[in-house]
């Protein structure tokens, strides 16, 4: 029972870095385009003149 002590903290500490790693792909707009970037390697053309990246500014 005594191990509850240590495992208990840790196993939060743990969760809370996962939660913060979530949370900063989320402000960094990491998932702004998923299937984008998936079906543009896939495809068999080439884009000579690919369009810049447009940077969205959202308040989260």
Same mark, same amino acid.
């Given at each position: 029972? %005594? /191990? !509850? !002590? +240590?495992? /208990?903290?840790? =196993?939060? +500490?743990?969760?809370?870095? #996962? !939660?913060?790693?979530?949370?900063?792909?989320?402000?960094?707009?990491?998932? %702004? %385009?998923? @299937? #984008?970037? @998936?079906?543009?390697?896939? =495809?068999?053309?080439? %884009?000579? $003149?690919?369009?810049? $990246?447009?940077?969205?500014? =959202? $308040?989260?």
């Amino acid at each position: 029972m %005594d /191990i !509850l !002590l +240590f495992l /208990i903290p840790i =196993s939060l +500490f743990l969760g809370g870095v #996962g !939660l913060g790693a979530f949370l900063f792909t989320l402000r960094t707009q990491q998932y %702004d %385009d998923p @299937a #984008g970037n @998936a079906e543009r390697i896939l =495809s068999g053309t080439w %884009d000579q $003149n690919p369009k810049p $990246n447009q940077v969205k500014s =959202s $308040n989260i």
